[in-house]
């Protein structure tokens, strides 16, 4: 190695290439390994994150969200999309409630509400406070079904009960009806129609209905307005269908074939993931083998898998992306429980080296807490890295915000709990609903983490850093500097983690962003 005309003998390089430092039988962990500085020649504003998820899926955001049932509904898809990522939409539900989840999210337009209050004509007055009360809801639409999809009867909002003095009064008494309303047409409806509609009649909120009335939609003033405040998220994660690309996970099960067919063909999903704790299972390659029987042009990811082993077999039954970890979430008891599992860098560089030389993208999955996580993985060979608990406790995750203690929080579990498998995940463990159920996860509450919208730009933008920081302008070439040897690593004690971190402060607020 010369620089700057000096010559200095390879065995003096600092570090270790990955080669070396992962092949000594160690489980390592994110916090256990670090990367050392390469050589900066390009400004972090001109790193591009772009890459694949699957052979024919590419992401500009690396990130991706977890199909859990406190994590990823309709809202979630749409927001990870409109960042440049990617939401895979949980199966703890029935198969109508998933492909409407796929549906509100593969149909959405930027900027509108697709899942709005809704309430029934008989209705009352006491149901339109409870819904202020218990989700902030000030006005609701009114259709014929009580939900989204049915005829549009009017719009009520808290203003109009003022002055009513029976709490029991039906809201089709007091609500403006749809004939004073000014809505949207849905196959007209954009960004910009709905802006100067906004401008033009000063309304707060404007109901989208189809061609025969239905209510599929609704626009609001304050959407728009806040919308407006975030930071710039870049284009969008577009499908070839010129919609928002949308994944879904399904399970091994008989009755899960019936379930991808009505995910593919109603709700017109771009990617299933096989959820399963372990994926290295003849369960899995069977449907593996029926979805690229029946559904060809459907891209598949399997897993989750922490071995190259696991990896090639995967792969060569036509796997298109895998998942890599088990045991590394925050909620997973799996490791403690089964005994099973790998440190989450150790198990995403080796799955990814094999994957590689095969054209296979891999996700890494579980055990990120911070942006230097993210950078790990990737740097790691991961293609894209899947969260949960960091988009857990969002506005889009799923659930109602509780105060606990005077903190604001939302509910999440881990697919594992208990909680979880009594409504129905417990397929993704192998478990037989006849026999005991062991967990392998938790429930709990996190923090109020705000928008995804907010959160994501940031996150990539610190990523970007990174990479800087590494030498690599792109993942293609982070990921060469890592099969070279290029790329140097070393393990850390204990007290390294420590020093890393902040220390000798009497108080400090520490805040990323």
């Known amino acids: 190695m010369q620089a700057n005309g000096l010559t200095f003998d390879d065995s003096i390089q600092d570090g270790f290439p990955a080669s070396k430092l992962f092949g000594q039988g160690t489980s390592y962990t994110y916090d256990d390994v670090i990367f050392l500085p390469g050589h900066i020649y390009f400004g972090a504003h001109e790193v591009d994150l772009s890459s694949h998820i699957t052979r024919n899926i590419k992401l500009r955001t690396p990130l991706v969200s977890s199909p859990m049932d406190t994590v990823t509904e309709a809202s979630m898809a749409i927001a990870m999309a409109s960042v440049g990522g990617m939401g895979f939409i949980h199966y703890?539900?029935?198969?109508?409630?998933?492909?409407?989840?796929?549906?509100?999210?593969?149909?959405?337009?930027?900027?509108?509400?697709?899942?709005?209050?809704?309430?029934?004509?008989?209705?009352?007055?006491?149901?339109?406070?409870?819904?202020?009360?218990?989700?902030?809801?000030?006005?609701?639409?009114?259709?014929?079904?009580?939900?989204?999809?049915?005829?549009?009867?009017?719009?009520?909002?808290?203003?109009?009960?003022?002055?009513?003095?029976?709490?029991?009064?039906?809201?089709?008494?007091?609500?403006?009806?749809?004939s004073d309303l000014e809505t949207l047409s849905g196959a007209q409806a954009s960004q910009e129609s709905a802006m100067n509609a906004f401008k033009s009649c000063k309304h707060g909120k404007l109901p989208v209905v189809d061609g025969s009335g239905n209510l599929i939609a609704l626009a609001t003033r304050a959407v728009f307005k806040e919308n407006s405040r975030y930071p710039s998220g870049g284009s969008p994660s577009i499908g070839p269908?010129?919609?928002?690309?949308?994944?879904?996970?399904?399970?091994?099960?008989?009755?899960?074939?019936?379930?991808?067919?009505?995910?593919?063909?109603?709700?017109n999903v771009d990617v299933v993931v096989l959820d399963s704790s372990q994926g290295d299972?003849?369960?899995?390659?069977?449907?593996?083998?029926?979805?690229?029987?029946?559904?060809p042009n459907l891209d598949v990811i399997c897993g989750n898998v922490v071995t190259s082993a696991q990896a090639a077999r995967l792969i060569e039954a036509g796997a298109d992306g895998l998942r890599v970890g088990m045991g590394s979430g925050s909620i997973c008891t799996t490791q403690e429980v089964c005994a099973v599992g790998r440190g989450q860098a150790t198990a995403v560089y080796h799955t990814a080296r094999l994957a590689h030389t095969l054209g296979v993208p891999i996700i890494a999955d579980g055990g990120v807490q911070n942006s230097g996580h993210i950078v790990k993985a990737l740097a790691l060979g991961a293609s894209a890295v899947m969260c949960g608990s960091m988009f857990a406790g969002t506005t889009e995750a799923p659930g109602d915000f509780i105060t606990v203690s005077g903190v604001r929080v939302k509910k999440y579990r881990g697919m594992g709990s208990l909680e979880a498998m009594t409504k129905g995940s417990e397929a993704r463990y192998h478990s037989d609903t006849q026999n005991l159920k062991i967990a392998?996860?938790?429930?709990?509450?996190?923090?109020?983490?705000?928008?995804?919208?907010?959160?994501?730009?940031?996150?990539?933008?610190?990523?970007?850093?990174?990479?800087?920081?590494?030498g690599a302008k792109t993942l293609t070439e982070a990921h060469t500097q890592l099969y070279t040897g290029k790329q140097r690593l070393e393990s850390r004690t204990g007290a390294a983690q420590a020093e890393g971190g902040v220390h000798d402060m009497h108080s400090y607020d520490k805040r990323a962003w």
């Open 281 to 295: 299972s003849t369960f899995q390659l069977e449907m593996l083998n029926h979805i690229k029987r029946e559904h």
């Open 241 to 267: 269908d010129g919609r928002l690309l949308v994944g879904a996970a399904v399970g091994t099960r008989d009755s899960d074939r019936e379930r991808v067919r009505a995910l593919r063909d109603v709700g």
């Open 440 to 470: 392998q996860g938790v429930s709990g509450t996190v923090r109020d983490k705000g928008s995804v919208r907010v959160n994501v730009p940031f996150l990539v933008q610190a990523v970007k850093q990174g990479m800087q920081d590494l």
């Open 92 to 178: 703890n539900n029935t198969i109508e409630e998933q492909v409407t989840h796929v549906s509100n999210a593969k149909t959405h337009t930027p900027g509108f509400v697709v899942q709005p209050a809704v309430l029934r004509p008989d209705a009352t007055v006491v149901d339109l406070m409870d819904l202020k009360a218990n989700k902030g809801f000030g006005s609701a639409c009114v259709t014929d079904t009580g939900a989204v999809g049915g005829k549009l009867l009017g719009l009520v909002s808290s203003r109009d009960y003022d002055f009513v003095t029976d709490a029991h009064t039906p809201v089709t008494e007091i609500m403006t009806p749809v």
